[in-house]
């Protein structure tokens, strides 16, 4: 089992509707969780960070934890052709390694319109 | 307030040789983290730094590949006899505090062995 884990899609979404991205983690303990958006040969792109279970806003972005369930969600309001990217869903090791981010495979967006 | 600055953004190498990346933290930042992303292929990490120590380094392949973080001067990786399977882009990010902060990314350096 990886210990980080995105669809990989592509998701395409049509302009203006919602995308919604998931992720789980295989590490019961982790506390912090990150999202990054890459654009094709750029890259990483912090857009979200969360800490604790429910929702954060910011923007058109909403971030969702559910630590009970490993389970960590995105998702992206109004989309628009500039979010088509690939999304890296992010988590940090254990205490003794917290530095060593475990990155998913990425979940690939494209916004037609 | 400059990002994270890595250099050179594109190196060419040929099988045998040795690669030197260069990575300049943010201003304020002290914790240095290495990625390397191989074609169509996820982001891995590889080292994590702070000035003079190398605080983990098991994403590191045991042979050929090094990292620093000298008191003055950016962090080095180095890769040595290079061959045609470390081709990649290698990122380095810097976070301001311990691991488990917030990690911003350099815009990378891509490597092609001939």
């Known amino acids: 089992q990886k210990e980080v884990e995105q669809n990989s899609g592509p998701l395409s979404v049509p302009e203006g509707a919602i995308a919604s991205l998931n992720c789980t983690y295989s590490d019961r303990v982790s506390q912090s969780f990150f999202w990054y958006r890459q654009y094709s040969g750029k890259s990483p792109e912090l857009i979200m960070s969360i800490y604790s279970n429910g929702d954060k806003e910011d923007g058109r972005f909403t971030a969702q934890l559910n630590k009970a369930s490993q389970y960590v969600s995105l998702l992206i309001r109004d989309s628009q052709p500039s979010d088509s990217a690939t999304y890296l869903c992010a988590v940090p090791g254990r205490r003794d390694s917290w530095g060593k981010f475990q990155f998913g495979a990425g979940t690939q967006v494209v916004v037609t319109p | 307030n400059a990002g994270v600055m890595q250099n050179p953004r594109h190196l060419v190498r040929r099988r045998g040789q040795e690669a030197r990346l260069r990575c300049s933290p943010m201003k304020g930042h002290s914790h240095v983290y290495w990625y390397r992303q191989l074609p169509e292929e996820g982001l891995k990490f590889m080292v994590y730094?702070?000035?003079?120590?190398?605080?983990?380094e098991s994403g590191m392949p045991k042979e050929r590949f090094s990292a620093e973080f000298p008191k003055e001067g950016p962090s080095i990786l180095r890769i040595q006899q290079v061959v045609r399977g470390d081709s990649a882009a290698y990122f380095c990010?810097?976070?301001?505090?311990?691991?488990?902060?917030?990690?911003?990314f350099g815009p990378g350096t891509r490597l092609t062995v001939l």
């Open positions: 990010a810097s976070s301001p505090t311990s691991g488990s902060d917030e990690q911003f």
């Open positions: 730094l702070q000035k003079e120590n190398i605080i983990d």
